[in-house]
């Protein structure tokens, strides 16, 4: 790994990448806890959600939580062998927050009626500035998240892996009533059109 990232390195070009990635990023996730802050004093919409009433939620707060960090570190891990592949995915996923945050601006939405709030650790203590996040809503950043790693890696079998965990991810969220329906059949959309936007844009 370390003789990949010195080679990477060698070029002057490819560090000014890297290192324009590193501040991008940076500032989008800066600016995107400042607006999620502003996001839970909007009034949003109520959706009423056909998938969701069919059932009463359940507390899986804990196997979301595992689920979610074990396939977003590995596959961090897994990206980190070859900087190109990990350079593409931090560009999408800035990509990913700039689209996420035009969403929840034009998308604004009240939580599900029966929701038990997820308990994210990381989040809580990062973006959500210690409270209770309920309005950061349409689309899933968590199953979107996880989706990113499916479509931006391209081994087949990595594919599948993290395809498979994204569902995992998504099926978790709805059973707990966390988001609705519509998060989470948007987020491998989203995820999608930002690994495509990073290769058209050239950013390597």
Not at 160 to 174: D, H, K, M, R, T
Not at 185 to 192: H, Q
Request: charged share 15%; with cysteine; hydrophobic share 50%.
């Amino acid at each position: 790994m370390l003789a990949h990232w010195k080679n990477y390195f060698s070029e002057k070009r490819k560090v000014y990448v890297f290192l324009f990635t590193l501040l991008s990023i940076a500032a989008v996730l800066f600016g995107f806890l400042h607006f999620l802050t502003y996001n839970e004093t909007r009034i949003g919409f109520v959706f009423n959600d056909p998938i969701l009433s069919q059932f009463t939620p359940i507390n899986v707060s804990t196997i979301t939580f595992i689920t979610t960090y074990a396939f977003g570190l590995s596959g961090l891990i897994i990206a980190l062998q070859k900087p190109e592949v990990f350079i593409k995915l931090l560009q999408a996923y800035t990509i990913m927050t700039i689209i996420r945050i035009i969403c929840l601006y034009l998308v604004p939405l009240e939580p599900p009626v029966n929701i038990i709030p997820l308990k994210d650790i990381f989040l809580e203590s990062s973006f959500y500035s210690g409270r209770e996040n309920l309005k950061d809503l349409f689309f899933s950043g968590h199953t979107a998240t996880v989706c990113l790693f499916a479509f931006g890696f391209e081994n087949k079998k990595l594919r599948l892996i993290f395809g498979i965990g994204s569902i995992a991810v998504a099926l978790l969220i709805l059973a707990q009533h966390v988001h609705y329906s519509i998060d989470v059949i948007a987020a491998p959309i989203v995820s999608f059109i930002a690994i495509q936007l990073q290769q058209k844009l050239k950013l390597q």
